[in-house]
């Protein structure tokens, strides 16, 4: 009798456990584990126990480790693209020989949240692209709306999942733009965060939300004010400074030196809209100048033709370039 008990005991202890981290189960598994379920379809020799975060697998160790293998493939795939269909399910688990890919062109950049492709759409954004692979600092300037943030925010998340960088440091001066925000409640944190916030927004388009938190949590992904960039040494890193135009020389100065070992730097602005109290004290267009022969700093300026918003953002910027106020 104690001979039987043991043998069920052991037949209820898996033979290999996967741990599914930074994944949606949700929607990793489908609704009513309808995509699991299609998983399970492919193993008939093995027997799968999905629960929380885990995959329990029961077999042989020749069909634990062909499902293993098989398996990596799906993760890499949800890693990679943020969504997965049954069909992806069905091409990548069919065939033994080699992963899924898409058809990409050079305009790619990586996927979105829902699986939509993210690529540079306007010239000077494939121009600022195609500058990445060959320059280790890159300027965008242009007028608002042209997508030149949410490009670099892209390659920034694209070089992070290639595992070309081991993080990214998103940040910008802490401006009040025009209007005077007074004393502000909460933490710094919190404090902070209102200038912050286009950064966010555009990083919540990239990356789910659970594996955002993470990156926040383990400091893979860093937005902090220019401030706080003082005395530190930025290697191994994609940084983005943003609204530069209301950065002064010191902090440009500072900014730039910080640059560490395979790191990228992307710097952006609008010479245009210049948020300090003395606009002349802006040195975005100093270190443009001073920098231009500079080998391996590129920069690259948008117009109102590469703007991406509302069709009337662009007439818009047009009218205020014809009748620039004081």
Known sequence: MEESIDSKKKELR????????????????GTNNIKFNKIISFFPKLKLIARD??????????????FSDRFSFLM??????????????????SDENQKVGSPLDEDFILHGNKGEAI?????????????YKNNDLLFAIGPAGTGKTYTA?????????????????LTRPAVEAGEQLGFLPGDLKEKLDPYLQPLYDALFDMIPQKKLDLFFEE???????????????????????????????????????????NSK???????TQIDLPKPGTSGLQHAIDILSD?????????????????????????????????
């Open 219 to 261: 400091r893979i992904i860093e937005i902090a004010p220019l401030a706080f960039m003082r005395g530190r040494t930025l290697s191994n890193a994609f940084v983005i400074l943003d609204e530069a135009q209301n950065a002064t020389n010191g902090q440009l100065k500072m900014f730039l030196t910080r640059m560490g070992k």
């Open 153 to 169: 925010i892209a390659l920034a998340v694209a070089a992070l999942k290639e595992k070309e960088v081991r993080r990214i440091v």
């Open 76 to 93: 890499d795939y949800y890693h990679r693209y943020n969504s997965m269909s049954e069909e992806v399910i069905d091409d990548l688990l």
């Open 294 to 326: 500079v080998k391996q700093v590129k920069t690259i300026f948008f117009d109102q033709r590469d703007i991406v918003r509302h069709k009337l953002v662009k007439d818009i910027v047009l009218a205020y370039e014809k009748e620039p106020f004081k």
């Open 119 to 131: 690529r540079a759409r306007t010239d000077n954004q494939k121009e600022l692209l195609k500058s």
């Open 265 to 271: 730097f992307v710097v952006t602005g609008d010479l």
């Open 53 to 66: 975060h885990e995959i329990k697998i029961f077999g042989a160790p020749h069909d634990v480790n062909y």
């Open 14 to 29: 898996p033979d290999k456990i996967i741990k599914l981290e930074g994944i949606d189960i949700r929607d990793f598994f």
